[in-house]
């Protein structure tokens, strides 16, 4: 079984500034790890995953994440924030041989002008 | 290539009542995840398809209930609906299943269902 904790609910940031959305997990099996980004009203977009292979995953619209297994986090950044990444983030683990998504609780983004 | 589409967008039941909800996959896709966002919450698993035989449930009791046409479009029925029942249900699609698969799943924007 797979479970992730999404550490802040919300997350409030100057456009400009690092942004830093943080995600530990656990599972019993190597997991594939995803991040989600939901805009108000809408479904889920893939932000970017880690199979396997190389663990500093780059994703769309400049966001990146690496995959730690020894701390067993898979944290998102993003260099410097925009208005337009004002959204939910939910962090997502599955068991490689079943892709069962389970979600962490979300964060908050907000961009302060 | 067409995205996942579901329908309805919205919909209003009393409690009691049946609802199906509906999902149509990515051009391509074989498999079909439901998920249960509870507001404030992240998505909750309830049932995978995967060529028309239900491959997996989470916590959800037998009241949620599916189906997937050769098509491989899938409909997603709760009986009995509870207010508790009050969320946005997500379909994703995706290739595949297991070890082998092309592992990202496409998500359709959600029925939001609320039960007064």
């Known amino acids: 079984a797979q ?34 980004v939901q805009y108000p009203n809408q479904g889920l977009q893939l932000l970017l995953k880690y199979t396997t292979g190389a663990t500093l995953v780059k994703g769309i619209n400049g966001f990146e994440a690496e995959f730690k297994k020894s701390e ?35 964060t908050t983004v907000t961009v302060r002008a | ?25 990515q051009s391509g896709h074989n498999t079909v995840s439901w998920y249960q966002q509870a507001l404030g919450q992240g998505p909750q698993f309830i049932f995978q398809y995967y ?3 239900e491959n997996g449930r989470g916590n959800f009791p037998p009241r949620f209930s599916g189906l997937q046409f050769p098509n491989y479009s899938s409909e997603l029925n709760v009986n009995a609906l509870e207010l508790d029942d009050s969320a946005l249900y ?12 092309n592992t990202e799943a496409f998500f359709g924007q959600g029925t939001r269902l609320t039960v007064v």
């Not at chain 2, 595949?96 to 698969?101: D, F, K, Q, T």
């Open chain 1, 3 to 36: 479970s992730v904790t999404q550490l802040g609910s919300h997350v409030s940031v100057s456009e400009g500034a690092l942004v830093l959305l943080r995600c530990n997990y656990s599972s019993s099996v190597p997991p594939y790890l995803f991040w989600y």
């Open chain 1, 72 to 106: 067993t986090s898979f944290h998102l950044t993003k260099p410097s924030a925009h208005m337009s990444d004002a959204a939910e983030y939910f962090c997502a683990v599955s068991d490689r041989h079943d892709y069962k998504l389970s979600f962490g609780a979300g």
């Open chain 2, 51 to 53: 060529r028309e035989e």
């Open chain 2, 90 to 101: 997500l379909c994703a699609s995706s290739w595949g299943w297991g070890a082998a698969m």
């Open chain 2, 1 to 25: 290539e067409t995205g996942v589409t579901q329908s309805p967008t919205h919909l209003i039941k009393t409690r009691g009542q049946q609802v199906t909800l509906r999902c149509s996959s």
